[in-house]
């Protein structure tokens, strides 16, 4: 079976998919969004005796007591080690679901249908698992492949245009760090007007030949993570609040600051940093926080995955289309960074 299947009828796949694999029970983890908007999509062609099973929806719910419902859930429901399990969601769901199906019984068989544009280009391809744990992001978590991604631009009509735009970071990622030729044709000024699939596909394109030369993030795998150091800590510190920042948004204020850092560690040039900078603050506006906000924010980036000891490992472009890997880059830095976006 290919692991990643694009559809644009999901329901018919699905039944396809379902037809050619055997299993005991089938179990389907959604959010109450997904349960609402997305699910409906697909329920004509599940078994009549699937069981399903509904988390709150936000990644402030992406945690071990949340997991330890859904095991609890699937323990009452009798899953065996040949039952099958479909996770209907964003990044959170498939993150999560993909992770408590792979710790119950020492793993079973799991299907990821992501659905919205940042699990579809993000989260679906690369087997990364996990969940948040005492405030850090995906602290907890291993590797494993699903049976199959199912990516239809089809749940695209039912996201909020946040939630979209959040997407769109990360396309915008992909084509800084592999791909400038990719970078130059999307669309800014109209980002909505796009031909979804067709920027699905290459986005998943490109992810997929990182993750396959690097499956363990290693070495080249790394470049994948540009924008994340302190776009997690931003995410992380504001997850709470009434200030709450989707991933995109904070990824987008973390690919300002490393390109930032860039210009200053890896000769990314002052024309560039200006393109990446215009672009980002053109379609996600400029987020402004106080600066009792920094130290918090300091300190989660010395707790980021790809730090050796107390260095703090940055993933840095050489220009647009190229990024290396493994930059140190030390707390004064990183402060000097974020205070270059807090003046633009």
Known sequence: MDPVIFS??????????????SFSKLFVLTDQNTEQHCLPLLKSVLPAKTLFYSVSAGEKNKNLSTCAAIWSAMTAA????????????????????GFCASIYKRGIRFI??????????????GGKLG????????????????????????????????ELRSGYAEIIKHGLIQDKAY?????????????????IQ?????????????????????????????GHAFESHFLDGPKHLLHGEAIAIGMICEAYLSFQKTNLSKEELETIQNIFLSIYGKFTFSKADLK?????????????????????????????????????EIEESIFYYENL
């Open 8 to 21: 644009n009828s999901i329901a018919s796949d699905l039944e396809k998919v379902l037809q050619g694999i």
């Open 78 to 97: 009798a899953l065996d080690r040949k039952a099958l399990f479909i996770n209907i969601g964003g990044g959170v769901i498939g993150d999560m679901g």
């Open 112 to 125: 990821n249908i992501p659905t919205t544009l940042l699990s579809q280009v993000d989260a679906s391809v």
């Open 131 to 162: 969940v948040d744990f005492e405030g850090l992001k995906n602290h907890l978590g291993t590797f494993n492949e699903p049976e199959t991604v199912m990516i239809s631009p089809e749940f695209l009509s039912t996201l909020p245009e946040e």
């Open 183 to 199: 970078f130059e044709k999307l669309k800014i000024e109209n980002w909505k007007d796009q031909d979804w699939m067709e920027l």
């Open 202 to 230: 290459h986005s998943v394109g490109i992810k997929k030949q990182v993750v396959l030369a690097d499956p363990k993030e290693a070495g080249l795998r790394k470049i994948l993570n540009f924008g994340h150091t302190i």
């Open 296 to 332: 918090p924010i300091l300190d989660l980036c010395l707790q980021d995955k790809k730090n050796e000891g107390e260095v703090l490992m940055f993933s840095l472009l050489e220009k647009i289309g190229s990024c290396t890997y493994n930059i140190p880059v030390n707390r004064q």
